[in-house]
């Protein structure tokens, strides 16, 4: 995989992860860490599925806690995470 040198508004892969990770705790990010975070997920598949995939994932942890009222495990994330940078490696 190509990898673009860092410039101040576009993420690279790892930092686009991280801003998915702030929107669905529902954080507020800035003007350009939102565009640059809009650019990235239209170039680049891999932060996109995971984009996608965390949605889900955080859907299901949401039911799955107002249904039992317990702390969302983490590990699950953890799992695609470390899925997707397998991924991003290649
Ligand atoms: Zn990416």
Same mark, same amino acid.
């Given at each position: 995989?190509?990898?673009?040198?860092?410039?101040?508004?576009?993420?690279?892969?790892?930092?686009?992860?991280? =801003?998915? *990770?702030?929107?669905? #705790?529902?954080?507020? +990010? &800035?003007?350009?860490?939102?565009?640059?975070?809009?650019?990235?997920?239209?170039?680049?598949?891999?932060?996109?599925?995971?984009?996608?995939?965390?949605?889900?994932?955080?859907?299901? =942890?949401? *039911?799955?806690?107002? #249904?039992?009222?317990? +702390? &969302?495990?983490?590990?699950?994330?953890?799992?695609?995470?470390?899925?997707?940078?397998?991924?991003?490696?290649?």
């Amino acid at each position: 995989m190509r990898q673009h040198k860092h410039n101040t508004w576009l993420p690279c892969c790892k930092e686009a992860t991280l =801003l998915v *990770e702030k929107k669905l #705790q529902q954080q507020s +990010l &800035p003007l350009l860490q939102r565009i640059g975070l809009r650019l990235h997920l239209l170039y680049c598949i891999y932060c996109r599925r995971y984009a996608k995939q965390s949605q889900t994932i955080d859907k299901h =942890l949401g *039911e799955f806690v107002t #249904q039992t009222d317990i +702390l &969302p495990d983490e590990s699950l994330k953890l799992q695609w995470e470390m899925m997707i940078a397998e991924k991003m490696k290649k």
